[in-house]
């Protein structure tokens, strides 16, 4: 049976994709970058609910012509293959009207950006800057079976290795829409390489993933942003420590600092900068979104929550539990070497389904 309520939303969204489609095309909307993309943005995502909703109206038409077919056919041999036809038909339309329903949800505007992927060490001295480095190369993995670039903007390197802190770019196809999950505390619990009794050891490190804003998004004056130049310290090669290659941007206003020294060029290292600088100044305000959803949300946690425990390794048991959904895998050996997606597609599920109570959908 058809859901008339899914029809009748479709006959609004129709004359909608119909308009967006016109309004892409005019020269005038083509100047208007930011109202280009949004609208570009919005016709993708009209597109793709045409798309399921064609296929929805053709199981309908196959179901109707199958069972006139029924109605009319004396011949066993035509009867039984129109009873086919509604079988298939019905077994697919649940399945179809779900998709159709999460299409329907208004997805997350941030979904489709890049990211800024910040990793914190917590408690725990050298063993958390260690685990630290461990969900460094995990995230570096997850994003090289996706297809994602990564690149390392800024590095302060543990004393007993991993890091005190680092910050990359995870540019690709959709990558703060699964990398948004991973905000948020991750503990560990193991003996650590400096233990020498053998006794498990809790340390922590933070994880922050923050939607990378494009130019159009934040306007930033060049009068507001003091620039300082200097030498690059840590890994690479001869440049270190004799160019003033490394930058550091202070925006003024808001007090924000970044700095930049991956690269061994100051040009290069300068838009790295800009591009944190301006996705930091974007989520002071998208912070306020984040908080709120982090409210109705048990698959979210605020960005700005540093304190919100969402996952455990357990060394000793082998087993990773993710706090938010009460998810707990035995396999933390390919976990921890990048093989997160199954936690991730869980999380997706769970907060899906509560974006579609929310909709009343």
């Known amino acids: 049976m058809a859901d008339q309520s899914l029809l009748d939303k479709f006959e609004a969204l129709q004359f909608r994709f119909d308009e967006v489609g016109q309004q892409i095309t005019d020269p005038a909307v083509m100047q208007d970058m930011k109202r280009y993309v949004k609208l570009s943005q919005e016709y993708k995502r009209l597109e793709d609910l045409m798309k399921a909703y064609k296929e929805y109206k053709n199981l309908i038409s196959n179901i109707e012509s199958g069972k006139e077919m029924l109605a009319e056919e004396s011949d066993e041999e035509l009867r039984e293959m129109a009873r086919e036809e509604i079988e298939e038909a019905e ?116 994880v922050a993933v923050l939607p990378e804003a494009e130019e159009f998004d934040v306007d930033i004056k060049e009068s507001d942003i003091r620039k300082d130049t200097y030498c690059s310290s840590g890994p690479g090669g001869q440049s270190v420590n004799t160019t003033y290659s490394a930058i550091r941007l202070t925006h003024m206003p808001t007090g924000i600092v970044v700095t930049c020294q991956d690269e061994k060029s100051q040009l290069k290292n300068l838009a790295k900068a800009m591009t944190e600088l301006r996705t930091r100044i974007y989520n002071m305000e998208h912070q306020k979104y984040l908080d709120e959803i982090a409210s109705k949300r048990k698959t979210m946690v605020s960005t700005g929550d540093r304190s919100a425990k969402i996952r455990t390794y357990n ?23 990048g093989d997160i997606g199954e936690i991730i597609e869980k999380l997706q599920v769970e907060e899906n389904a509560e974006r579609m109570k929310e909709s009343e959908l």
């Open 91 to 206: 077994k697919v339309m649940p399945e179809k009207e779900q998709e159709i329903k999460m299409l329907l949800v208004p997805a997350d505007p941030e979904d489709g950006k890049n990211a800024i992927l910040e990793i914190r060490a917590g408690t725990g001295g050298d063993e958390a800057s260690i685990f630290a480095g461990d969900l460094f190369r995990m995230y570096t993995k997850f994003c090289e079976s996706k297809g994602w670039k990564m690149s390392v903007t800024n590095v302060n390197e543990g004393t007993s290795g991993g890091y005190k802190e680092i910050v990359a770019t995870v540019s690709g196809e959709g990558v703060y829409g699964v990398l948004k999950y991973e905000s948020g505390v991750h503990r560990v619990q193991r003996v650590p390489q400096t233990e020498t009794q053998g006794r498990v050891h809790t340390s922590a490190a933070s």
């Open 315 to 337: 060394y000793p048991q082998g087993r990773v539990t993710d706090h938010r959904i009460g998810l707990t895998l035995y396999n933390l050996p390919a976990i921890i070497d």
